[in-house]
T-cell receptor, first 113, second 117 residues
Framework: SQQGEEDPQALSIQEGENATMNCSYKTSINNLQWYRQNSGRGLVHLILIRSNEREKHSGRLRVTLDTSKKSSSLLITASRAADTASYFCATQNSGGSNYKLTFGKGTLLTVNP | SAVISQKPSRDICQRGTSLTIQCQVDSQVTMMFWYRQQPGQSLTLIATANQGSEATYESGFVIDKFPISRPNLTFSTLTVSNMSPEDSSIYLC??????????????FGPGTRLLVL
C-alpha cells in the first residue's frame, strides 16, 4: 500500500508567508522523515520525528505527527525564495524491514519574491 | 552526517547499453540503499546493498536488470543493464549508520541523472 501521500501537490506563496504541507500514511510507523529536493537533485534531510513524538522544531521548520490520524504536517515559517523546492515525507514502518523508507509524491513549493 | 558522493552525476546512454553508478561514503555505514526517481515522480526503493552478500531487491526489481555490489562498508555500485528509455531516471544512493547518534536517519547522495535515448 502506498504511504506518505502529501497534499497539496503544489503550493505557491509570497516571500514571508508561512507554508504548510501535509502528509498522510496508512500503516504503523517507527518514524516519519521530511526531505527537500531542489530541481531534481539529491535529497536534503530536514527533520525526523519518531512515532512517540508529537512535535519537533528545527529553525524555521515545525513538524507535527498525529499517529491516531496517521498524518503529519510540515510548517515553514517566514518563507524565503530559497525555500522553493519539492518537499517529500517518508515513513519507516514498524516491524519487518523497518529500515525501508516509503516516500510520498511530494509537494512542489514555490516562494515568490 | 556522512558525506556521500555519486559518479557519474549525469549521463546520456544509448538503449541496449549498461551503466554502472558508483556511491562512495566518507565513513563506514551500516546500511546502503539504491532508489530510483522517475521523471516527475517520487522515490522508489530498488534494493538494499548488503556488504559481502547479494543485495535484497524490492518487488518489481531484479538482479539481472539492476546488479548491485557492496564490497565494503563505504562503497557500492548499481548497474542499470540493457537500458531502455523507460530507465531514464535519477538514481540515488542513501545510507543509514546505526552506530551513529541518528541511526534512523537516511542521508542521500546527490543522485545520478540518466537519460536513455
Amino acid at each position: 500500500s502506498q504511504q506518505g501521500e502529501e497534499d497539496p501537490q503544489a503550493l505557491s506563496i509570497q516571500e514571508g508567508e508561512n507554508a504548510t504541507m501535509n502528509c498522510s500514511y496508512k500503516t504503523s510507523i517507527n518514524n516519519l522523515q521530511w526531505y527537500r529536493q531542489n530541481s531534481g537533485r539529491g535529497l536534503v534531510h530536514l527533520i525526523l520525528i519518531r512515532s512517540n513524538e508529537r512535535e519537533k522544531h528545527s529553525g524555521r521548520l515545525r513538524v507535527t505527527l498525529d499517529t491516531s490520524k496517521k498524518s503529519s504536517s510540515l510548517l515553514i515559517t517566514a518563507s524565503r525564495a530559497a525555500d522553493t523546492a519539492s518537499y517529500f515525507c517518508a515513513t519507516q514502518n514498524s516491524g519487518g524491514s523497518n529500515y525501508k523508507l516509503t516516500f510520498g509524491k511530494g509537494t512542489l513549493l514555490t516562494v515568490n519574491p | 552526517s556522512a558525506v556521500i558522493s555519486q559518479k557519474p552525476s549525469r549521463d546520456i546512454c544509448q538503449r541496449g547499453t549498461s551503466l554502472t553508478i558508483q556511491c562512495q561514503v566518507d565513513s563506514q555505514v551500516t546500511m546502503m540503499f539504491w532508489y530510483r526517481q522517475q521523471p516527475g515522480q517520487s522515490l522508489t526503493l530498488i534494493a538494499t546493498a548488503n556488504q559481502g552478500s547479494e543485495a535484497t531487491y524490492e518487488s518489481g526489481f531484479v538482479i539481472d536488470k539492476f546488479p548491485i555490489s557492496r564490497p565494503n562498508l563505504t562503497f557500492s555500485t548499481l548497474t542499470v543493464s540493457n537500458m531502455s528509455p523507460e530507465d531514464s531516471s535519477i538514481y540515488l544512493c542513501s545510507v543509514e549508520d546505526w552506530a551513529s547518534g541518528d541511526g534512523e536517519t537516511q542521508y542521500f547522495g546527490p543522485g545520478t541523472r540518466l537519460l536513455v535515448l
